[in-house]
Nanobody
């Protein structure tokens, strides 16, 4: 059984930093990609970043590129999202997700079949 548990959210002032964690349980040796999404109040869920298992390449939404870093520690079964230079518009519930189907890119919601429960990030101005 695949399970993802997101944590690390909180409140921070603009310009600050937070690191989100996503601990995963189950057989993950064959997963293709792991990613982060976010959903702000009144808005649709949007893709933030993806880390591809093969080669460890990463991909970021333009809105977070240069400020956020996605990484994975296999020894700790944890996916991270390091968020720097946070802005009020980064306020959202953040979700981690993964999938095992082979595909060229993982950027859309339906590219991911397994989701964590979400963790709230609030950035004040």
């Amino acid at each position: 059984r695949v399970q993802l548990l997101a944590s690390g959210g909180g409140s921070v002032q603009a310009g600050g930093s937070l690191t989100l964690s996503c601990t995963y349980f189950g057989y993950f040796d064959s997963n293709v990609c792991m990613g982060w999404f976010r959903q702000a109040p009144g808005k649709e869920r949007e893709w933030v970043a993806t880390r591809y298992t093969g080669g460890g390449t990463t991909d970021y939404a333009d809105s977070v590129k240069g400020r956020f870093t996605i990484s994975r520690d296999n020894a700790k079964n944890t996916l991270y999202l390091q968020m720097n230079s946070l802005k009020p518009e980064d306020t959202a519930i953040y979700y981690c997700a993964t999938d095992f189907r082979r595909r060229n890119t993982c950027r859309k919601e339906n590219d991911f079949g397994y989701w964590g429960q979400g963790t709230q990030v609030t950035v004040s101005s």
